[in-house]
């Protein structure tokens, strides 16, 4: 009797010995090139759990690292326009210690050109065009951390009168005190902007923008700037330059 047709062997094409012989094959210098369904299913099973456990540490770390650095984010594109230390430049406003919330609403504002005065148009709407709303956020948490610095740029001789509409607003007019909104130290709280410090430029082209009709969705603001005389609006401005709005609350 053939031993090697009894075992299955004679016939390389079917039988137990063709399994033998296939397996046989597949074992070069040492290492298994076949392996059954079950052990691929429990590699895989093993590559996802180690994969899960990077992916936990991963959330762990860059929730307990803290703010991003400049490196980490888009800030260059910012500080063209708003200065190296985000303090403001010219018609750009000052970003450092500016409301997380504020300015998460305002690049979304930006980006869906809610924002629609001048030099929104010109140039924040293209700057915020292609911010995914993670950059967005990080980029707000970015400048709120930073230390603002009073711009102090107003005319002091308009500045008592300022104080005394931010104080007490204008009652003839029927418009509220502004410090009931933006804080007795003009530092605003969540999406209402810290105005203490803001330059005189920036704060009364703003009020005269809403008085124009731009950003009607700043509501109340377009009425406010629309009941406000021009003199009215620069001694508020002026005001609020000098305003140092320290506080720790963002």
Known sequence: MDHAANRGESDPETGAGARRICQRAQVKRGVLLWQPGWVHHA???GIMKHFRKKMAALAISLATTGPLLADD???RNCIWCHGTSAQGYYDAPRL???RVDYLVNQLQ?????KRDEFLS???MWNAAAHLDPLTIRNLAAYFSALPPEPAMDGDSALAAEGKIIFENGVPDENIAACQACHGPEAQGVREI???GGLSYSYLKRRLEQWSQGHDASGIPMPKVGRSL???QIAALASYLSFVGGESSEK
Do not use: C, E, I, W
């Open 43 to 45: 590699r895989d099973l």
């Open 73 to 75: 984010l888009p800030v």
């Open 96 to 98: 450092a210690g500016q």
């Open 109 to 113: 504002a930006f980006a869906t050109h």
């Open 121 to 123: 148009t010109k140039y």
């Open 193 to 195: 902007p810290r105005l």
């Open 229 to 231: 005389s021009p003199n």
